[in-house]
C-alpha cells in the first residue's frame, strides 16, 4: 500500500533511507570537482553547485537551498548524521562519502541530551501534538542516533561535544 508506505516513511522522516544517498553522492562530486560528474556539455566544470537543505519548520527539504559557489568558496564544511554510514541495500557506501572528504570528525555527545533537545526544536512539525513528537524522539529518531553511533570509529577524529562539557 503506497498511502502506507508513504505515511511510514514520513513518520520515519531522518531515518537513513528516507534519503536519496546517490543524489546527495553526485552533489558531493561536483562540489569537489570529480570528472564523471561534474563536466557538463560544453566539458566546464559547474563553478555553481545547489544543494537542498531541511527546513524544519515545515518537516520537508528544499531544493537548491545551498550554494556552493566554486571561485568563491575554498573550504567547505559538510554536516551530517548519515555522511559515515555503511547500508548497501540503501546506497549508503561508506568508502564512496569517505572520497569526498579530506578528513572527518565525529562529534560525541550524550544521547539522552540530544533526545531532549530534539524533543523542543521539532515541536514545530506540523500535524504531531508535542507527545506524538516526543514519542517520535524516543522511538524513530533514537534509533537513528543508535545506527549513527555506530559509525564514530570511521571518522578520523572523535571529539566531544563542547555542549556536552558545559553541561557537565
Known sequence: NNDL???????????????DPTSLL???????GVDDVTVNNNNNVNNIVYVPGFNHAIGDPERNQHTFIRDTH???????????????????NR???????????????????????????????????EEEIDIRCDIVDRENALSVIKCKDSAEYVVDSVVSRLDD
Request: charged share 25%; hydrophobic share 35%.
Open 5 to 19: 508506505l508513504s505515511s511510514s516513511y514520513v513518520y520515519r522522516r531522518g531515518a537513513p533511507d528516507t534519503f
Open 26 to 32: 553526485n552533489d558531493l562530486k561536483l562540489i569537489r
Open 74 to 92: 575554498s573550504i567547505v564544511l559538510c554536516e551530517g548524521l548519515y555522511l559515515l554510514h555503511e547500508d548497501q541495500d540503501n546506497n549508503w
Open 95 to 129: 568508502k564512496l562519502f569517505k572520497e569526498q572528504f579530506d578528513f572527518s570528525i565525529y562529534i560525541n555527545a550524550n544521547l539522552d541530551d540530544c533526545i531532549n533537545k530534539l524533543k523542543i526544536r521539532n515541536k514545530c512539525i506540523p500535524g504531531y501534538t
